[in-house]
Structures are given as C-alpha cells and as structure tokens.
C-alpha cells in the first residue's frame, strides 16, 4: 500500500509543486509515495526546476532524494485520466489517492474528478472536503450551475450527503467538534418568505442529529456562518460551491487540502488548479501541495483500507 501520486495535467503546474514539495519532506514521508506518470511529462518539468535528476525503471532520483513511480505508457483519453485509473485500482487494494491537478477536458464525459467518482462508485452522496490549519468546509454540491441547485438539493441529498462525510470522518477518527450547515437562500429563507428549500435542510438536519447525537446546527444563514465558528474543529457545511470556497480561498488561499468523503479510500488533491500559464517557469507555489501531501501521509499512517467496492 502507497499514497499513490496521480501526474495531473501534463502541461500544468501539478508535477512542478509535487516534486518542489518533495525536496522539503523527510525521506520517511517520501518512502509512502508511488508516482503514476509518463516519463516524457517527469522528465520535461524536472528539467525547469534546474536541479540534478536521473529517472530509473522504477524511480526517480531528484538532487540525491528518491521517488518511487510506476511508468504509464498507454494513454486512455489523456495522460491525467490514465494514471487516475491506476490509481484507483491501487487504491481498492489498499492506499491513498493523492491526485494532482488536472482540467475538466481531460475526463471522458465528466467536468471532474468527484462527479467521475460518483458515477465509477455509484455512489451520489460523495462530498467536497477542504481541510485546512484553521478552517474546515464541506461543500453539499460542486459543479452544479445555479439554476440547478433547487431542484438538486433535496431532503434525501442533504441528508445522505451529510451521513457520508460524517461516517468517513468518523471512521478516520478525525476531530469534529460540531457541525454548522448554511441556508441556500439569503437569511436561510426567512421561514419560507424567500425560496421553500431551507425547510428540507432543517428536516436533513434532524434526522443527522438522530442518527449521530452529534452538535449539528443548521439552517444558518450563510452570510453569518463563519462568525458562528468557535473552533479549527467546526465544519462548515455550504450547499453549493462558491458560497463555501468563496469563504475558505479568501481566508485560507490556496494552503489546503480537497478531500473527497465517502469514496472506499481517502482521495486527497492540492487546493489549487493546473495554472497552465505559470507551465514551465518554475515559479509555482509548492506549499500548498506540501500541506495536502503531509494530509496524506498522515491520514495513511493512521488507518488502514480495503476492497474494492465499485461493483
């Protein structure tokens, strides 16, 4: 078992704060990795980065510090989505998925990695989860346009939703101590005067509060939701995706970690996209790759995981 590094985009910045960060870890944190990657890719960025290298048959020597990898050779739709695949199946064997970013273009039909997850898994009630030093926020709904969210949010997606981030965080003994859940609607719909969908994240919330006895608080209104947080352990529950990255980009940058909750292993990415324009330039901030990696390895030391559960 690994954390197994997917490549990303080939022509983004994905490998560039991948291998930075690696410079700065601890050769016990390296000896968790396994890169999955094109040698053409590694070795076209490495050699921007301006630091001795050599690639063997099963790892990557950079500037005396060794990677371990597996190299791709067959492309199925794109050099991203061919190591994403890997490293699924790794991972149902036992492993973390750790991919670097990539564009929506690069999957077959799907605008990301979460909703390809859903579809592969079966498995709707997949969550965003972005975990930083000081803030912790689950998204309910991701790349949905606006228009949509009504008729997507309903009783049984926030709920079930909410039950699988829950039992996943619980089942890696992560440190909730309560859970705040947004309105959609402005004042969380002033009691129905403004939209009818906040009384199904009330019903939603109820019946989480049954199943968990855990602190669950919710509907708030989402332009209050941050002033009700009183510790780095809260979680921020946002129902669609600007509402809640909206809050934890402009506090947190790009120094966190997207996590998805409720796949059959933890999937952990950078906080960040593939910045095309900064390719190749060796200008890209690592640091917040380095904190979602250090996430990873110590998510991986601390549980163990199984079989595949996609059929």
Aim: with cysteine; charged share 20%.
């Amino acid at each position: 078992m690994k954390v197994y590094i997917t490549q990303g985009h080939e022509q983004g910045i994905g490998l560039e704060v991948f291998f930075k960060a690696c410079l700065l870890m601890s050769e016990d944190d390296l000896s968790y990795f396994k890169l999955l990657a094109f040698k053409t890719a590694v070795s076209q960025t490495i050699k921007t980065l301006r630091i001795p290298y050599k690639l063997e048959e099963d790892r990557i020597v950079l500037a005396g510090r060794e990677i371990q990898v597996s190299w791709l050779e067959d492309i199925n739709h794109s050099q991203s989505f061919t190591a994403i695949e890997l490293g699924m199946k790794l991972c149902e064997s036992g492993g973390v998925l750790f991919t670097l970013p990539t564009s929506k273009d690069q999957f077959p039909g799907f605008p990301g990695h979460t909703e390809y997850f859903r579809t592969f898994y079966k498995r709707p009630e997949l969550g965003m989860f972005f975990s930083s030093p000081k803030l912790k926020v689950l998204l309910l709904s991701d790349h949905v346009p606006i228009n949509k969210l009504s008729q997507l949010m309903t009783e049984e997606i926030i709920y079930s939703r909410l039950v699988a981030a829950i039992a996943t965080l619980q089942k890696w003994s992560w440190p909730v101590r309560r859970i705040l859940v947004s309105g959609l609607n402005p004042h969380a719909g002033e009691q129905g005067l403004i939209g009818h969908e906040d009384p199904r994240i009330a019903a939603a919330i109820s019946r989480v509060r049954s199943k968990f006895k855990l602190d669950v608080m919710g509907p708030i209104p989402g332009d209050t939701m941050l002033l009700e947080k009183k510790s780095p352990e809260d979680i921020l529950v946002y129902l669609f995706h600007d509402q809640g990255l909206g809050v934890f980009k402009g506090l947190q940058g790009f120094i966190g970690s997207n996590i998805t909750l409720g796949l059959p292993y933890p999937r952990f990415s950078p906080d960040h996209g593939t910045s095309f324009s900064l390719f190749g330039k060796n200008q890209a901030d690592y640091r917040g790759c380095a904190y979602a990696l250090k996430e990873a390895v110590s998510l991986f030391k601390k549980v163990s995981y199984g079989k595949d559960s996609s059929n």
